[in-house]
């Protein structure tokens, strides 16, 4: 259960597994460091231990991805920054519930998404997720499972040959201009 110890050290035992923490309105919360919008929630999960959940919409969730994923700071160029904002929202709304049984939806790493909550925001990014709004890409009436990385060493390789249980017509492996160019600049 959770035992709650205030600034002070003084402690009280609680016979809960869950608790929430929530910042006055308009205001971020603090964790390890870090800033969040909306909701902290703190659960005991199955193996024990204390796990912090943050709770927010999509679109504000969205702000602490675009910039964690595609930093504006290196690549300043609002359309691709857009693009990352409708494949990350894309990929949200597909592996949505995918960690359900531990009490989220996605995962706040590279394993699904890099998430720097609010602290990561950007207003080049920001705006990049405002204008993209609602959008996201599908196949056959679904969000598509939009599969993303950081690098790719100058070329992708189709999902099926590393995911087979992703296989999608649409995961198709495909050269990395940016990439690649710098390869080719260093030979």
């Not at 675009?66 to 409708?86: F, H, Y």
């Not at 939009?146 to 790719?152: K, R």
């Given at each position: 259960?959770?035992?709650?110890?205030?600034?002070?050290?003084?402690?009280?035992?609680?016979?809960?597994?869950?608790?929430?923490?929530?910042?006055?309105?308009?205001?971020?919360?603090?964790?390890?460091?870090?800033?969040?919008?909306?909701?902290?929630?703190?659960?005991?999960?199955?193996?024990?231990?204390?796990?912090?959940?943050?709770?927010?919409?999509?679109?504000?969730?969205?702000?602490?991805?675009?910039?964690?994923?595609?930093?504006?700071?290196?690549?300043?160029q609002?359309?691709?920054l857009?693009?990352?904002?409708?494949?990350?929202?894309?990929?949200?709304?597909?592996?949505?519930?995918?960690?359900?049984?531990?009490?989220?939806?996605?995962?706040?790493t590279?394993?699904?998404?890099?998430?720097?909550?609010?602290?990561?925001?950007?207003?080049?990014?920001?705006?990049?997720?405002?204008?993209?709004?609602?959008?996201?890409v599908?196949?056959?009436?679904?969000?598509?499972?939009?599969?993303?990385?950081?690098?790719?060493?100058?070329?992708?390789?189709?999902?099926?040959?590393?995911?087979?249980?992703?296989?999608?017509?649409?995961?198709?492996?495909?050269?990395?201009?940016?990439?690649?160019?710098?390869?080719?600049?260093?030979?």
């Amino acid at each position: 259960t959770i035992r709650l110890v205030d600034a002070a050290w003084d402690t009280k035992a609680t016979n809960a597994t869950r608790a929430i923490a929530l910042a006055a309105p308009g205001a971020p919360l603090s964790l390890e460091g870090k800033t969040y919008r909306g909701a902290i929630e703190f659960r005991i999960d199955a193996s024990g231990r204390l796990r912090a959940i943050d709770w927010v919409e999509l679109e504000t969730y969205l702000r602490g991805v675009v910039p964690s994923e595609l930093g504006p700071e290196v690549w300043p160029q609002l359309e691709a920054l857009k693009a990352q904002a409708v494949a990350a929202r894309t990929y949200a709304l597909a592996n949505a519930a995918q960690f359900d049984e531990d009490g989220y939806d996605i995962c706040a790493t590279p394993r699904c998404q890099a998430y720097g909550g609010a602290g990561a925001e950007h207003p080049l990014s920001d705006r990049a997720v405002s204008e993209t709004r609602g959008e996201i890409v599908s196949w056959q009436g679904k969000p598509i499972d939009a599969l993303y990385t950081a690098t790719c060493g100058g070329h992708t390789e189709d999902a099926k040959e590393i995911f087979p249980e992703q296989a999608a017509p649409y995961l198709v492996g495909v050269p990395c201009r940016a990439e690649d160019q710098a390869l080719a600049r260093t030979r």
